[in-house]
C-alpha cells in the first residue's frame, strides 16, 4: 500500500495578526508561557504524523495552528442533512470503507463506533478516522483506521481501510499468529510471525 501522508504545515503562529487559540486549546494562565517554538511544534507534529500517518496526534501539545485538525465529532462542522452531526457523515463513511474491506478480506468485522478523526485538506477533506469494530475471531473490540477523501455531491474516496498497525502484541496473541518455524544456523530456531522475526 502506498503511503500517503501529507507532512505538517505551519499556517498560524499565535503572535501572527488575526490568529484564534484552536478549540482544542483550554491553556490555563500558567501555562500561557511557549512549551515549544513554532518551529518545535511543528517538528513534533511531522513527527507524529510520521509515526501515525497522521491517525495519533496530540494536539493539546500545540499552540500553532497547523493544517491538520482535529474533528469534532458531536459537532455539525461537516454534517450533509439538517439533524446530522460530523459523527454521522464519519461513521456513514467508516461503514461503507469496512464494508469494502470485508468484501476484498473475506472477514465479518461488525463497526461498533467512530472513536476520533483528524482531518486535513487535499482537493477535498481527508479524513483520517479511527474506528472500533467487533472481531468475529473472538468477539472482542479491535481498532481500525481508514483513509477516505470527501466532499460532499463531489467525490468520495476510500483510500484505504486497515486494521491499526499500531498494537503492542501479548505473549498469547503472538503464538496464535506464528505462521511457521524455520532452523538457521546452529538449531537457532526463529519464528515468523506476520514479517516480524523474533
Not at 18 to 36: H, I, L, Q, S, V
Not at 98 to 125: G, I
Amino acid at each position: 500500500m502506498a503511503r500517503t501522508r501529507v507532512s505538517a504545515i505551519l499556517l498560524w503562529k499565535p503572535e501572527d495578526p488575526g490568529y484564534e487559540r484552536p478549540a482544542y486549546r483550554d491553556w490555563t494562565e500558567e501555562e500561557d508561557e511557549p512549551k515549544y517554538s513554532p518551529e518545535e511544534e511543528l517538528a513534533l507534529l511531522d513527527k507524529q504524523i510520521l509515526a501515525s500517518d497522521g491517525f495519533d496526534i496530540d494536539y493539546t501539545q500545540f499552540r500553532c495552528v497547523f493544517n491538520y485538525h482535529l474533528a469534532y465529532l458531536d459537532s455539525d462542522e461537516f454534517a450533509e442533512e439538517p439533524t446530522e452531526t460530523t459523527r454521522d457523515l464519519l461513521e456513514r463513511l467508516s461503514r461503507k470503507a469496512l464494508d469494502d474491506y470485508n468484501q476484498e478480506s473475506r472477514t465479518k468485522f461488525e463497526f461498533v463506533k467512530v472513536v476520533k478523526a483528524n482531518f486535513h485538506w487535499c482537493c477535498a477533506y481527508m479524513f483520517l478516522i479511527t474506528f472500533e469494530v467487533v472481531d468475529p475471531y473472538d468477539n472482542l473490540i479491535k481498532l481500525f483506521q481508514t483513509r477516505v477523501r470527501h466532499e460532499t455531491d463531489i467525490v468520495t474516496e476510500y483510500v484505504f481501510c486497515r486494521r491499526n498497525p499500531i498494537k503492542k502484541w501479548n505473549a498469547l496473541e503472538l503464538s496464535r499468529k506464528m505462521s511457521r518455524k524455520i532452523s538457521r544456523n546452529k538449531g537457532t530456531d526463529i519464528y515468523i510471525c506476520k514479517g516480524f522475526y523474533i
